[in-house]
């Protein structure tokens, strides 16, 4: 039998997803160390970073598929290799190390059970989807947080196909009439007179010849017209027309983001995380609001400075606590490289809460008359330990900072404060920023 | 779908069948008719119709993932798989094939859009001639697989899944599927021969079988337990006897012996480790043919262009742009090159064909020594075809593997003891060495002999139903332990009851070890 004409098809535009739920399953089953990585991750980028997915890497441990195999490092190995040079039968070869395999290549590394790192890339989604599950958000946030751009459905003309909402009656009846005029399609007045006429005549049964014969046109001529009317529709799919709508990128400006952090001996690596998650949140609501935004880093022990995220995160400091010189910082930033015209201006400040004797009242002074008029939110956490958390649990407890800002939560709704000691406690903070935007769109 | 009527060769002065890279439909279609005008009527190839599907390079990953299957039942370790070769393929760590080919009726290929048209008529050549003629002839792949069912196979154990996934839920196939999947290396027939199989009958019977079996138990469980008295040694000794006669063990295929007596697996769950051992079967062939299957494709690909370069139908370029990969994909770096891995069954497949081929037309003195039967015979066509037909790997090359080819490769045997801080060479590519090098390199082709050699050798009836597992232990290679615990606890659980792995070995006799759950 010979083959014939092959048949050929062209799949190139079947859908490509077919591994799709392979892939779901694959990070069901890894989630748990995915998580680890994930937060592993958070804490090595940079926090412009976080929110672009990207490679990690997960022990290969938990997703291997166990099969019996042989051990390469015991027994008797032999094997055939190509290319030799030098050797004659009988040559002994000294092996790399005690526990190799047969006389180099890559065999001596091959053993029975290796324990590789698993490195792969997860999706911007997928990356947030399990960055998110700790911070608790809802459901409608993490959508909206994880749309890279944000569209408008803009008026683009007409288009022959789309939904039935769409429908542009005006232009469809105008080409149908058109059309129908084109192929002389008779209206139904021009039927019913016919109509008439006829039942007129039939009426009679005095009916002269000539008679007769005009009732036999109009028989014809009914039928004629019945039939150009059933050929001729009255709206053809050719006729129809939608209205069109392409996706316009909103209009966006620029923001800047002030990361405000007490990094005196008491925030150990522990607030810090809990501050970098906190921070990461802002920024990714950030971004995908304003076309650009910039991040400022002010870190503060009892004078502040203005550094990079990797000083910032990561050197340790010691001195007092002076929170106040923090926000005076912020206002000289601002003031320098911000003006507020064209800027929109986020401010986001982490620490334990503890302040310099009365430095408490003169930041909450600076708040109320000079940053908060400026400022589209300011929200400030107050990073506890568990038990603490649980001491202060009525908010209207608190270290210094929080009892002296309490007074500015009620007077600015662009304020915002939360006690944290759990990742999950970060998102309320947003909550009011969040269902500002959500509101919105 | 965007099918052009076909064409003849193009008119006017030139007989190219292409120019350039860029390909289309019409193109393809001449194009193969030129290529298969030469496989059938100048190589005598016999093969399955094609059916050549154009795809992207997702999709070629896709295909990757499932086995290179066009379906596959859904499991996460395809998804594994996907991550992976998706972040290698990122990287630029590994190129895509630029084909996939599976043994089905019709031969089903696989092409990527992003190959130029030379290389499209090079692929079509190797897999839609070497492959499928491969397929359809070899004796290995006549026995063990049904390429007629087999997609028809697939679409029905990939419904029969999702339909357990709905009914037992996802979780419980998940693990059955982990569980059957680290025991599918034991799970296909090596030694017994077996009927023809034919995949689509075995989906009718599975519908019996769900009303049947679900009442039946195996016969075997009925009479337990019953302690034996002391005197009974004998008679106990007697009854083991009958019993492995019964049960047919020893018995290889520990999948296959589980999903037929396991005391408490479901109807459902025998279907499904009987889907992973059919599929497991299916691809045994091409584990045990890697060498000459490609050997063959490469020789018809290759034997191919250049005969259509010959005839003035393709042009110096295109041949240029083919001979360029074709040498990449059979290059063979030596043992101490940092590419090496191991020996490419490409090169040494291409090699062998060439030289059976030489050795049928020019042959020296010394191929009249090693080969009278065919050195001379001038018949290639008829030679190459009837090894392909007739030998796997390891046969292939014990019997045809040459001293020139193993002066060619510069082949070397080598041999490791544990323990030794030296290796030892144990034979070259020279008068003594012939010999010991090619029985070497093809025992390191037989799969059966590669592999860890379990067995089922018992059931422990008189008490507690345990399944004893023998690994026989050769050249003193025991079994890497983590992953031998991780299957030892999967196969429990499809067992249901305890399972002890021993190890014995193989020359003396002598006990190792044991493991048990």
């Given amino acids: ?441 | 779908m965007e099918r052009q009527p076909q064409t003849k060769a193009r008119p006017g002065r030139s007989r190219l069948l292409f120019e350039g890279a860029e390909w289309d439909f019409a193109t393809l279609q001449r194009t193969y008719a030129a290529i298969e005008e030469i496989a059938i009527g100048d190589l005598g190839l016999d093969v399955y119709p094609n059916q050549i599907e154009i795809i992207s390079s997702e999709h070629m990953l896709d295909a990757y993932c499932s086995v290179g299957m066009p379906l596959m039942y859904q499991h996460w370790s395809f998804g594994k798989r996907f991550v992976r070769e998706k972040e290698m393929y990122r990287k630029g760590h590994k190129g895509l094939a630029y084909e996939v080919v599976i043994n089905s009726s019709p031969c089903i290929s696989y092409y990527m859009e992003d190959n130029t048209m030379p290389i499209q008529a090079l692929v079509l050549a190797h897999a839609a001639f070497g492959h499928n003629h491969f397929f359809k002839n070899n004796y290995v792949f006549q026995q063990w697989t049904d390429a007629e069912g087999i997609l028809d196979y697939l679409e029905f154990a990939k419904r029969y899944i999702v339909k357990c996934e709905e009914q037992h839920g996802v979780k419980a196939v998940e693990e059955l599927l982990d569980a059957a999947h680290a025991l599918q290396d034991q799970g296909v027939f090596r030694y017994r021969r077996r009927p023809k199989p034919n995949l689509r009958e075995q989906k009718i019977r599975q519908r019996e079988r769900e009303s049947y079996d679900a009442q039946h138990y195996n016969d075997l469980w009925r009479t337990l337990p019953r302690t034996v008295a002391p005197g009974e040694e004998a008679a106990a000794d007697r009854e083991f006897a009958e019993r492995k006669k019964r049960l047919k063990l020893p018995e290889e295929n520990l999948l296959y012996f589980i999903e037929k007596n396991s005391p408490t697996l479901e109807t459902w769950q025998r279907e499904i480790l009987r889907i992973v051992r059919n599929v497991a079967q299916y691809f045994y062939p091409q584990k045990q043919t890697k060498i000459m299957n490609e050997g063959c494709a490469s020789f018809v690909h290759y034997y191919i262009v250049n005969k259509l370069f010959d005839e003035g139908r393709i042009s110096e370029g295109a041949l240029l742009e083919i001979l360029h990969s074709h040498s990449n994909v059979i290059l063979q770096p030596a043992f101490d090159d940092q590419r090496f891995g191991g020996i490419n069954p490409y090169a040494l497949g291409l090699a062998m064909m060439q030289d059976i081929r030489r050795i049928c037309t020019e042959p020296t003195e010394e191929d009249h020594a090693w080969y009278p039967a065919i050195a001379g015979n001038g018949d290639w066509r008829t030679t190459l075809r009837d090894a392909w037909a007739n030998y796997r790997d390891e046969s292939f090359i014990q019997q045809f593997l040459s001293p020139r080819l193993i002066r060619e490769f510069k082949l070397f045997l080598v041999s490791d003891v544990a323990g030794n801080d030296h290796a030892t060479v144990d034979g070259i590519h020279d008068e003594r060495g012939y010999e010991n090098v090619r029985n070497a390199l093809a025992r390191s082709c037989d799969i059966s002999a590669v592999e860890p050699d379990i067995q089922i050798v018992d059931v422990d009836l008189r008490g507690d139903r345990t399944l004893v597992l023998r690994h026989a232990v050769r050249e003193g290679v025991p079994l890497a332990e983590r992953s031998r615990d991780e299957v030892v606890a999967y196969a429990r659980l499809l067992w249901g009851y305890d399972v002890r792995l021993e190890s014995v070995d193989q020359s003396t006799g002598q006990p190792l070890c044991e493991v048990g759950t």
Avoid at chain 1, 12 to 39: M, T, V, Y
Avoid at chain 1, 109 to 126: H, M
Avoid at chain 1, 151 to 165: D, E, I, S
């Fill in chain 1, 1 to 441: 039998m010979t083959a014939g004409t092959p048949h050929l098809i062209d799949r190139r535009l079947n859908p490509r997803d077919r591994s799709l739920g392979n892939r779901q399953r694959f990070l069901r089953r890894a989630r748990a160390q995915i998580k680890e990585a994930i937060h592993k991750a958070v804490n090595d980028r940079n926090l412009a970073d976080v929110g672009s997915g990207g490679k990690i890497s997960i022990p290969s441990r938990g997703v291997q598929e166990p099969r019996f195999r042989h051990d390469r490092s015991a027994g008797r190995h032999s094997g055939v290799l190509p290319g030799n040079r030098t050797f004659i039968s009988g040559d002994r070869i000294a092996k790399p190390d005690s526990a190799g395999g047969a006389g180099g290549g890559k065999e001596a590394s091959d053993r029975g059970d290796g324990e590789d790192e698993f490195v792969f890339a997860l999706s911007r989604d997928e990356f947030l989807d399990i960055f998110f599950d700790d911070l608790e958000l809802p459901n409608l946030v993490k959508a909206s947080l994880k749309e890279a751009y944000a569209y408008k459905p803009l008026r683009a003309g007409f288009t022959n196909h789309g939904v039935a909402t769409n429908l542009n009656v005006l232009r469809t009846m105008r080409n149908s009439i058109g059309r129908r005029v084109a192929f002389r399609r008779p209206g139904l007045a021009k039927v019913g007179e016919v109509r008439e006429e006829l039942a007129e005549l039939a009426q009679r049964d005095d009916l002269s010849a000539l008679e007769r014969r005009r009732l036999a046109e109009l028989w014809a001529e009914l039928e004629a017209m019945n039939h150009r009317r059933r050929v001729v529709p009255y709206i053809d799919p050719l006729d129809i027309r939608y209205n069109r709508f392409e996706p316009q990128p909103k209009p966006k400006t620029k923001a800047v983001m002030f990361c405000l952090m007490d990094v005196s001996g008491s925030m150990g690596p522990r607030e810090k995380d809990l501050a970098k998650r906190f921070f990461v949140l802002l920024h990714l609501f950030l971004q995908r609001r304003y076309d650009r935004v910039d991040i400022v880093f002010i870190r503060h022990t009892h004078v502040a400075q203005e550094v990079d995220e990797q000083t910032f995160f990561f050197a340790q400091e010691t001195g007092g606590t002076v929170v106040s010189t923090a926000l005076a910082e912020m206002q000289k930033i601002v003031r320098a490289r911000y003006p507020v015209s064209d800027w929109n201006i986020y401010a986001a400040q982490a620490s334990d809460g503890d302040d310099f004797a009365d430095d408490a009242g003169r930041c909450a002074e600076m708040l109320d008359a000079e940053l908060l008029p400026i400022c589209q939110y300011f929200a400030y956490v107050e990073i506890l330990d568990p038990r603490e958390f649980e001491l202060f649990k009525d908010s209207h407890n608190g270290k210094d900072l929080w009892r002296t800002y309490q007074g500015l939560q009620q007077k600015w709704r662009s304020f915002s404060m939360k006690h944290v000691a759990d990742p999950a406690h970060i998102y309320p903070v947003f909550r009011e920023l969040f269902a500002k935007q959500n509101a919105k769109a």
